[in-house]
């Protein structure tokens, strides 16, 4: 399945939109340090608990507002619906900052753990918290405004003459095999970032300031805080789940770069070492499943074709989101309400611009759920219904819970949930709702899974490695002058991808991806991407399906559907270990389960690897 980038920045609108982004995806820590308190301001436990409820009260109420003029904006994009989903944006901003600001002087007291947790929530809820300075706070909206202004208007222009945006450079990226093309594209889109540089680097150093200003050494140790756990120890977490999958990435990269090597030739696709970024497909690098059609392996077509299968049944895009919705009441959910019917969104209207990207809304902290989305009737579009509708009952799930509790249980959970319902559109599915006649035998599974881990498996080192990144320049120890060299210097260490022309401090590549300089938080997408396998295994466990678990399907299986749903139900109002335990028996998450998925391809990969002699590693 190939998501990409619009997967990527989705969990921004399907948790909750602006309010989810201040208060429900963060996690507390496991000692917060703590601000300076005089003793004649020392606080009460009272005084605590009115503020809790307080900042629950009003930014449950904001979230309607939010959210409404969010929706209204994505759906019909005018400067007047810009206007007011912008004014409300701001008064949510401020919120929160008051919030996070007012919560640093309760840390001390000795709260219950539900009262406990909110206020570490509170107070971790802001991704660029601002100085307690009234001219700092508004420089640094101003350089936060800048930074998504220059990479939202980049285009550039090739040397035909066609100035291109950022997704029709992607789409040059993803279908252009010519070397010398694909690299103009990939280091003429890296121009839109240069500007960014001394921008980033002062708002490090606001937002590092408003960091100290809520009691924490720096905006690294914030980020790091909300994962239920130290921050060290979350950061040696995340080494301990690399270290499990990466024999599993060595053996795809070592496979990859010898397909590329015999169709480009050792001058641009050397044999040893990294691969040059600008050959795999995606403007990042960060998925490689639009080059699988090179390193397909012989008579790997699976015999049917998903597009074709709904076409031949008559899906249109109302009824592929029935089937998807019929997915989750076959494992005991309730059916989705009417008002998500009316409501939602499934066809590009012709009369006005909307927004596009796929999403999930919870417009009303209850029952107004719904999805966004101008749906293809492909079988990628499939199983992003699949996937977003994951989002919605999951959304609908924690409805009871108080409104800080409103969210997963980390952050990665929400994307790993939706990922883990599309593991489950496997051939026996389609087999078994009448789309496929047969299933194909097991020869056909290896270039399935090949295509899937292009994308999934590729895609682990790049979500580990952005916010290393960020964190050291955060923290100080990546200084502005070592920007793009330890950029770099990750990206090989992790990835084992290069740059494909000589880059300098002139440069700012990692301006380049959105996540920069919009401020997004990118380590959630590495967690989803271990989780969905951890659940799906679980999963089907629980269902107790004996074959192998890359065949497995949950669709209707009420034990299943029942543990899913305990685990969804808690959203964040326990430790993520705890939810975790719910579904998969333990506390610790567990990157074997991604190993047992691609366990036929790895042997297949090693097999072809050692029949080329290949060096792999770089």
């Known amino acids: 399945m190939s998501l990409t980038h619009l997967k990527l920045t989705r969990i921004a609108a399907t948790v909750g939109l602006a309010i989810v982004a201040a208060a429900c995806t963060q996690q507390e820590t496991a000692k917060a340090p703590t601000p300076a308190v005089t003793e004649a301001a020392k606080p009460t436990v009272a005084e605590a608990k009115a503020f809790i409820q307080n900042a629950e009260a009003e930014l449950a109420a904001l979230s309607l507002e939010s959210n409404r003029a969010e929706w209204i904006y994505s759906n019909f994009i005018t400067e007047d619906t810009a206007s007011l989903s912008a004014a409300v944006a701001e008064k949510v901003t401020a919120a929160s900052v008051r919030f996070a600001n007012e919560a640093a002087r309760f840390v001390d007291l000795p709260l219950d753990a539900d009262d406990a947790r909110k206020l570490n929530l509170l107070r971790s809820a802001l991704v660029l918290p ?20 220059l990479y939202g208007k980049g285009k550039y222009c090739l040397k035909d003459g066609r100035c291109l945006t950022q997704p029709e ?4 990226m993803a279908e252009s095999r010519d070397p010398e093309l694909l690299k103009e594209v990939w280091a003429g889109w890296r121009e839109i970032a240069k500007p960014m540089r001394p921008l980033f680097e002062r708002e490090v150093e606001l937002a590092n300031e408003g960091a100290r200003d809520l009691g924490y050494p720096s905006l690294s140790e914030l980020w790091r805080s909300q994962y239920d756990m130290a921050p060290n120890d979350f950061s040696a977490e995340l080494d301990r789940l690399w270290g499990q999958v990466k024999p599993l990435y060595e053996s795809l990269h070592c496979y990859v770069r010898g397909e590329l090597n015999q169709q480009y030739g050792d001058e641009v696709a050397p044999k040893t070492g990294a691969i040059p970024a600008h050959l795999l497909g995606n403007m990042w690098a960060q998925q490689w499943g639009n080059i699988y059609p090179m390193l397909a392996p012989k008579d790997a077509d699976p015999g049917y074709d998903v597009t074709e299968l709904l076409a031949k049944q008559g899906y249109d895009e109302q009824k592929m989101v029935k089937q998807a919705e019929s997915f989750f ?42 999805i966004k989305m101008c749906i293809q009737k492909t079988g990628d579009d499939f199983k992003v219904i699949h996937h977003e509708l994951g989002h919605n009952f999951y959304q609908r799930a924690y409805k009871n819970q108080p409104y800080i509790f409103k969210g997963s249980a980390n952050d990665g959970f929400h994307e790993a949930i939706g990922d883990t319902i599309a593991l489950s559109i496997t051939p026996k599915y389609l087999q078994q709702i009448g789309l496929l006649d047969q299933v194909p035998d097991a020869s056909k599974d290896i270039g399935l899974l090949l295509r899937q881990a292009l994308d999934k498996v590729a895609f682990l080192p790049f979500g580990l490695m952005i916010d290393q990144w960020r964190w050291k320049v955060f923290s100080g120890e990546i200084k502005p002058e070592q920007y793009n060299q330890a950029w770099w210097e990750l990206r090989q260490k992790y990835q084992g991808v290069m740059a494909p022309v000589e880059r300098s401090e002139a440069d700012f590549d990692p301006g380049a991806k959105y996540h920069v300089p919009g401020n997004v938080p990118y380590t959630r997408y590495f967690l989803a991407h271990i989780l969905q396998f951890q659940f799906h295994k679980a999963l089907c466990d629980i269902a107790k399906d004996e074959g192998p678990v890359h065949r497995c399907s949950i669709y209707g299986n009420k ?18 270990p705890q939810a975790l335990a719910v579904v998969t028996g333990r506390e610790q998450m567990d990157a074997s389960a991604v190993l047992d998925y691609f366990a036929p391809l790895k042997s297949w990969l090693d097999e072809q690897n050692n029949a080329a002699n290949r060096q792999c590693g770089w």
Do not use: Y
């Not at 001219?135 to 909206?141: I, P, T």
């Open 130 to 149: 601002a100085p307690l300075d009234p001219a700092k706070n508004a420089e640094l909206a101003k350089i936060s405004s800048e930074l998504n202004g």
């Open 169 to 172: 450079l992607s789409a040059l």
């Open 329 to 370: 009441t076959s494992l005991g959910f309730d059916a989705l309400p009417d008002t998500f019917w009316q409501r939602s969104l499934f066809v590009q209207p012709k009369d006005r611009d909307v927004i596009c990207h796929a999403s999930a809304w919870d417009l009303d902290n209850a029952d107004d759920i719904r």
């Open 559 to 576: 034990d299943a559907g029942a543990k899913l749903n305990a685990m969804l139900e808690m959203g964040l109002s326990k430790p993520w």
